[in-house]
């Protein structure tokens, strides 16, 4: 059972930076992948950005975080992180740590998931 923890989140004023962080425990050396996930205030849930282990591994990061985000991941492959500059109000939201199976080049299917950590960005 993989479990994983987030840490990082707050409340920053729009333009502000946060970085986010995640720790996985029982990793299953089959999960190809990890990833940024998060809920907004309205309830959607959305996709921020992919990691797909590996030398054809492939990043994949949400239009609307592109340019401000960077996930980056430690070579031991059970932690990864999430930069977040110039953050804006809608990026407000619940944020989740995933862990899962990849195909090729990127990221297939999340089959595990942490608790979440809050981002709050005010005007």
């Known amino acids: 059972q993989v479990q994983l923890v987030e840490y990082g989140g707050g409340s920053v004023q729009a333009g502000g930076s946060l970085r986010l962080g995640c720790l996985a425990s029982?990793?299953?050396?089959?999960?190809?992948?990890m990833g940024w996930w998060r809920r907004t205030p309205g309830g959607e849930r959305e996709v921020v950005a992919t990691?797909?282990?590996?030398?054809?591994?492939?990043?994949v990061y949400a239009d609307s975080v592109k340019g401000r985000f960077t996930i980056s991941q430690a070579n031991a492959r059970n932690s990864v992180s999430l930069e977040m500059n110039r953050l804006k109000p809608e990026d407000t939201a619940l944020y989740y740590c995933?862990?899962?199976?990849?195909?090729?080049?990127?990221?297939?299917?999340?089959?595990?998931w942490g608790q979440g950590t809050q981002v709050t960005v005010s005007s």
């Open positions: 995933a862990s899962g199976r990849g195909g090729r080049n990127y990221c297939l299917e999340f089959t595990s």
């Open positions: 029982g990793y299953d050396q089959l999960d190809h992948c």
């Open positions: 990691v797909r282990h590996g030398a054809r591994g492939k990043i």
